[in-house]
């Protein structure tokens, strides 16, 4: 018998934690080392990462949203660029991209290798790069050392669990453009640098170097990989024009996927069993299956077969934490709508910030973006409904996917051959059904929240088109925005709220294994109107920690960095 369960409490407000700064005195240290000593460390591993990051082969996504002033809220978006790709790190900054151009949502069919055309108008008179913030995952691809560099060390944080020695780096005349200035942080254990922020040096009339902050993350190999990109420029909000060829922007590059293959094939052999000769009671037991159950047997291995094709892509999470969160409200909403479906409804997280929900047969899918920007888990709960509206209806995939060989085909091709967008009657036939079974759920109370979220949404949309333009589903339902049964009482008590959250504001992606994380962020007494940014690019605040459990251990191979005669000397050769 299914029950009504109650959510932790994961969907509410909350802030990205802070950076802990620390200096512990009761750190047991070595002998002191110099400063060139521990350069020299630096220096050493940061080019053995340089070699073993180039044996992987991650998705990468870049989204841009180009930013204009205003008056109450410093600065809102004024249009977006998108681009999901492969990144061939054995080739050197290469990517091959997954998405050519916008396609049928309506945008351009350039070569997105190359660029990322303007997305509405003439939004740019310069163009972007994709290879280029790929690019800001290596300080120095080619000459990272103390005869390029001068390290002048200052200091040490905490990153979050991760205790990092820090210092300043700046290219050393006459060693040429493109160098790298800036601070990094680097790990006090084996010297390997986990962030770095600045930018490149050598911008001119017809390139740019913009200014980033860039984060990896350890895996479980003890490779610190890149994983989280921030950049911005022209910042309005703060009264900066910036360069004249391009509009003000802020942009979020992630990386994932380094595991893929091994991890499959890891799991494959470790799942294998070898069973005995089980004796079974076959006296009330069948012999055989009905035509329907052959049916909903051959639906679901189409709807496996596409998960699987995914998954190994990368573009689908692993069945976790966040879809259990999933799971658990389309279970609330079946039964106190009284409702027994079967087979039993699935929920999966498609890896993407691009704002999408779309059914697989019985399948339930939301992109990881559109979680992020969910308030609540009323509002949640009314993507979900819309969803649940369809299987209900009966509205089905198309079972040519039970055959393997309809999704054997390359990776590029894949937005080619998957499509599970619905026809105009079909949504809105579903919206009618998720609104008829909203009523009924205990989210009804709190229908206020999800109207506010979806008119915030209908009105960004035309600031967002990229992030808003799906492709794999549908765009998120209107349902809320245009619902006349929702008391004036919810919708005044909602204008009071967050409407939307920013990008990142809910889930942590692993880079390694491509694992989903629901953080768990402390929630914020009071939030000033500009500080609330719906459906906006932040800051990366990493909340980083080391795989082997011994982040904050008092362990001996911490550094304590003799300063010699100067409490900041300078690392280099004039």
């Known amino acids: 018998m299914r029950i009504y369960k ?27 080392a110099t400063m060139s000593q521990v350069v020299d460390k630096i220096v050493e591993q940061e080019q053995a990462e340089m070699i073993t990051i180039r044996k992987y082969a991650p998705l990468v996504e870049t989204y841009i949203q180009t930013v204009r002033p205003d008056k109450d809220l410093g600065s809102v978006p004024d249009g977006d660029k998108y681009f999901l790709g492969r990144a061939e790190l054995d080739k050197g900054v290469q990517l091959q991209p997954l998405i050519k151009g916008h396609g049928r949502n309506g945008g351009n069919e350039g070569n997105v290798t190359t660029k990322l055309l303007a997305s509405i108008g003439n939004i740019f008179s310069a163009e972007f790069l994709p290879r280029g913030f790929l690019q800001m995952i290596y300080l120095d691809e080619a000459a990272f050392d103390q005869q390029h560099y001068k390290f002048s060390y200052a200091g040490r944080e905490f990153l979050s669990e991760v205790r990092c020695l820090i210092f300043d780096v700046d290219p050393l005349p006459n060693t040429g453009k493109g160098r790298f200035s800036g601070r990094i942080w680097v790990e006090d254990q084996d010297y390997h640098i986990v962030r770095f922020n600045g930018s490149y040096r050598g911008s001119s009339r017809s390139s740019f170097y913009f200014n980033f902050d860039s984060w990896r993350e350890n895996s479980v190999k003890n490779e610190w990989l890149p994983a989280y990109i921030y950049s911005e420029e022209g910042n309005v909000e703060y009264g900066v024009a910036g360069h004249s060829a391009f509009r003000p922007f802020k942009s979020q590059t992630r990386l994932w996927g380094y595991n893929l293959n091994r991890q499959q094939e890891e799991q494959s052999l470790s799942s294998m069993q070898v069973e005995g000769p089980k004796v079974k009671d076959q006296t009330e037991a069948g012999n055989g299956y009905s035509p329907l159950q052959a049916k909903r047997a051959w639906g679901r291995l189409a709807e496996d077969n596409v998960l699987a094709k995914m998954q190994r892509m990368g573009l689908m999470a692993p069945y976790g934490d966040v879809d259990k969160v999933l799971e658990t409200v389309v279970n609330n909403l079946e039964v106190t709508n009284d409702v027994d479906i079967q087979p039993e409804i699935r929920c999966r997280v498609l890896m993407t910030s691009t ?3 779309f059914t697989m047969g019985h399948t ?30 009966g509205h089905r995939m198309d079972t040519e996917f039970a055959f393997f060989n309809r999704v054997r085909f390359d ?25 008829e079974l909203l009523k009924k759920s205990p989210y009804q109370d709190k229908a206020g929240t999800a109207q506010a979220f979806f008119k915030a949404l209908q ?16 765009r998120v339902p209107k349902l809320w925005a245009s619902a006349a049964e929702t008391n004036t009482q919810q919708t005044a008590k909602a204008g009071n709220a967050i409407e939307a959250l920013p990008l990142g504001a809910r889930i942590k992606v692993e880079p390694w294994d491509d694992r989903l994380v629901m953080l768990k962020a402390q929630p914020e007494e009071a939030v000033a109107e500009y500080e609330k940014m719906p459906f906006e690019v932040a800051p990366f605040l990493v909340y980083l920690t080391r795989q082997n459990g011994s982040a904050m251990s008092n362990d001996s191979r911490a550094v304590a960095i003799k300063t010699e005669n100067s409490p900041e000397p300078a690392i280099g050769k004039p």
């Open 459 to 474: 009105k960004r949309e035309k600031e967002v088109p990229n992030l808003i333009s799906p492709h794999l589903g549908d």
């Open 364 to 393: 339930i899918v939301l992109s990881r973006g559109l979680i992020d920007v969910l308030p609540d888990e009323a509002s949640l709960a009314a993507v979900l409904a819309h969803e649940l509206g369809h299987v209900m209806l």
């Open 6 to 32: 109650i959510l932790p409490a994961i969907m509410t407000i909350g802030a990205m934690p802070l950076v802990a700064l620390a200096q512990d005195p009761s750190i047991v240290t070595h002998e002191p």
């Open 411 to 435: 990776e590029k091709d894949t937005f080619h051959h998957f499509g599970f967008a619905r026809s105009a009657e079909e949504e809105a036939a579903a919206s009618q059904k998720g609104l």
């Open 355 to 357: 704002l999408e929900s």
